[in-house]
């Protein structure tokens, strides 16, 4: 192909969402292939796609990050986006939706409006298009514009008829814009003849032409008023008011194909170049919104990847200016500038020079950028461009190094990896120090796990975070002493002693002390000491080693020596007694408890009640609006650590759940031998401290 820059005009962005499995990876490489860019038809289930060319797509037939490609079609550029389709990738998804110029939402037609493309279809606002995929099976088309029409609001507008051969084999579509019908070839080469609309036809076409003008009418006063007097508007008129509509996200057009066949691919490039809006329209419109001239550069971080050699590179959507002309880029929320050397445009895992750098361009550089995918990057100040809203945190997976892997080199790695997905959030287990890698499904944790053993290089075990148990004393002991004493030559050198009283009050995560004891008898600078001692102990309860929660201090007596004793004598005084007030006193374990707020279809409120009740959970309220409902509930953390691929199971996908820790409760007897198990603290021999836990 020809090497040759572009004016902003005829570059367009383009993004392809959709479900899982939708077809839309599979339309990407027959574009690819309609246009010239490939000299074979890349698939999916045969690992030839150039967008699944990662190894675990390739393995897995899926895609799981957003993957870039250009082509050229009708003296214009477009920058092909394919985005992953599974549920734990949406912020991927919405962060290509924000980065396009317009998108594509490919739409299964036997399986109609699936959850991944309902929910594209609403964070997609601006220049939208449909695009059937598989209709050589099944599929009834007034079912599924009834399905886009209660997705969006809008009045579906389709612009081509599925025509068959005498085998009911779908053959090709009827062109309502040109009036011709495209017989494709056989062969599956994309080759079509374009004919006559066929006889049996017309009615239905005269039929479908009359919906696309009235559709077209009610959203332009002016056409309004033409099409209310003649009954017909002027075929260039329809083609402008369409345009126009789609450009303003007010009308929605549905186009057919067939990926097994390769049947539409062309008309769905001229679709593109005719219908959505150029990088520079956008540019504009970017422009006004920020007062700011056309020579300034403005562009956003859409991801980082890993090349084969495992080097990091930068894919970045230009919005305003020249990329390749700004003399150095500004990250206005960390202040940091950096300075790129090279640009490239990039198709799957290949990579050339960038010959278009302006507006409506999709870049790629393997600088260093410093950067987070949805970060701002321009050649002077000014506010950041909106980063898509981080879906929830569902799913958390506990990783210790394994091998010859350190913990600073696992914390290395998870930074690195969430430069590479940004919505997967790390935080430190607050029971064992370990790291906790968070995202939105089990899909996601699993291959951001999967990208540190195989990518990152990092040996890794991951496992369900360990449940935050705690314990409470059982009675309250009253009299326990505390004596720390040590004799040396001259007798005794160090000395301090304390009394206390232990009593279980309503759990929370700190402990109390008071001191009630006169000072002749205990000075007041030793109390703190006294305290700090009592908390460690509090540390590791005699049960089962986990930290106590509940226990009020109470310190009613003691002793010192004016001579020797020193704060360090009676911090280890403290924690003698308190420890030994534990022994005497024996411990409950307790579990946290967390309050959970669930969104989910109105339609799957029975199920998602009854997953709830049956793993102990409390219903604490409900509200619908509409077809959502909003369940807030009270549930145990053990079980709510596995709750997310259930809640996917009953609602396909569409559930979602915030939750936070709230309170804790007494666990039920028969859950002890498994809590105290899978303690942390218990190893065989003891568990690492100068003590072993009782059993």
């Known amino acids: 192909m020809a090497k040759k820059a572009y004016a902003p005009s005829r570059t367009r962005a383009v993004a392809l969402v959709g479900h899982r499995s939708s077809g839309k990876t599979s339309l990407g490489d027959i574009l690819l292939r309609t246009s010239g860019v490939t000299r074979t038809l890349g698939r999916v289930e045969d690992g030839t796609s150039l967008f699944d060319h990662e190894d675990d797509e390739r393995r897995r037939g899926m895609s799981f990050s957003m993957a870039f490609a250009w082509l050229e079609w009708r003296d214009s550029l477009v920058h092909l986006i394919d ?45 939208r298009m449909v695009v059937v995929t598989k209709m050589d099976r099944s599929v009834d088309l007034d079912t599924l514009l009834l399905e886009l029409e209660e997705s969006t609001g809008l009045k579906p507008v389709l612009l081509q008829l599925p025509f068959y051969d005498h085998a009911d084999r779908f053959t090709g579509v009827v062109c309502l814009q040109q009036r011709l019908a495209f017989r494709y070839d056989s062969e599956g080469n994309g080759a079509f003849s374009p004919e006559p609309i066929p006889l049996d036809m017309e009615p239905r076409t005269a039929e479908a032409w009359e919906r696309v003008m009235e559709a077209v009418a009610l959203s332009d006063e002016r056409l309004l008023e033409d099409y209310l007097e003649f009954l017909e508007l002027p075929r260039e008129s329809v083609a402008a008011g369409l345009r126009d509509g789609v450009r303003a996200g007010q009308l929605l057009p549905v186009l057919l194909a067939s990926g097994g066949d390769a049947i539409g691919a062309d008309l769905i490039l001229d679709a593109m170049i005719d219908l959505l809006p150029s990088g520079e329209e956008m540019a504009r419109q970017e422009q006004e919104a920020r007062s700011m001239g056309d020579a300034a550069f403005l562009g956003q971080l859409l991801a980082t990847r890993l090349d084969e050699e495992g080097n990091p590179y930068h894919v970045l959507r230009v919005w305003s200016g020249d990329a390749q002309r700004a003399s150095s880029w500004l990250n206005p929320d960390t202040g940091e500038r950096v300075r790129v050397r090279s640009l490239y445009q990039i198709r799957g895992p290949r990579r050339t020079k960038a010959f278009n750098t302006g507006p409506g361009s999709i870049v790629a550089t393997w600088d260093s950028l410093a950067s987070r995918p949805g970060d701002t990057l321009a050649d002077q100040g000014g506010a950041a461009l909106p980063v898509p809203e981080m879906p929830p945190a569902m799913v958390s997976s506990l ?20 430069q590479l997905d940004a919505s997967l959030r790390v935080s430190t287990d607050d029971l064992t120090g370990g790291w906790l890698l968070m995202g939105t499904s089990e899909d996601q944790v699993g291959r951001g ?22 314990e409470i004393p059982a009675t309250a002991v009253s009299g326990v002493e505390g004596i720390y004493k040590r004799e040396g030559k001259l007798g005794v050198e160090e000395y301090g002693a304390c009394e206390i009283t232990l009593s279980p009050v309503a759990p929370a995560d700190n402990c109390t002390f008071e001191a009630a004891v006169d000072e002749q008898e205990l000075p007041a600078r030793f109390h703190t000491s006294i305290a700090d001692g009592a908390r460690a102990a509090m540390r590791h309860g005699p049960t089962a080693g986990y930290p106590v929660v509940g226990a009020d201090v109470r310190l009613t007596g003691g002793g010192y020596n004016i001579l020797f004793s020193t704060e360090e004598h009676f911090k280890a005084a403290g924690e003698r007694a308190a420890k030994t007030a534990l022994q005497q006193s024996g411990t409950r374990l307790m579990e946290p408890w967390c309050e959970v707020e ?4 109105a339609d799957e409120v029975g199920g998602v009640l009854n997953a709830i009740s049956s793993n102990r959970g409390r219903i604490l309220g409900m509200e619908v609006d509409g077809r959502v409902a909003l369940i807030k509930a009270s549930a145990p953390f053990r079980e709510m650590r596995t709750f997310a691929p259930r809640l996917s199971s009953l609602t396909g996908g569409r559930g979602t759940f915030t939750q936070r820790t709230s309170h804790y409760e007494d666990l039920p007897s028969n859950l002890w031998t ?22």
């Not at 317009?102 to 699936?114: K, M, T």
């Not at 990783?399 to 969430?418: H, I, M, N, S």
């Not at 669930?598 to 279809?601: D, H, K, N, R, W």
């Open 83 to 127: 985005t992953p389709g599974g549920d734990g990738f949406v912020h991927e998804r919405n962060l290509a939706i924000q980065g396009a110029d317009g998108v594509v939402v490919v739409v299964s037609g036997p399986d109609g409006v699936e959850n991944g493309a309902a929910s594209a279809l609403q964070v997609a606002t601006g220049a």
């Open 399 to 418: 990783l210790l190094p394994v091998g010859r892997t350190r913990t600073e080199e696992l914390g290395d790695a998870l930074v690195r990896l969430q």
């Open 449 to 470: 796990v999967d990208l540190l053993r195989t990518r990152l290089g990092v040996g890794v075990q991951a496992s369900l975070p360990p449940v935050g148990y705690r």
């Open 598 to 601: 669930i969104q989910t279809p």
């Open 674 to 695: 498994e809590a105290i198990d899978a303690s942390p603290f218990r190893k065989r021999g003891g568990r690492g401290d100068s003590e072993d836990i009782p059993r």
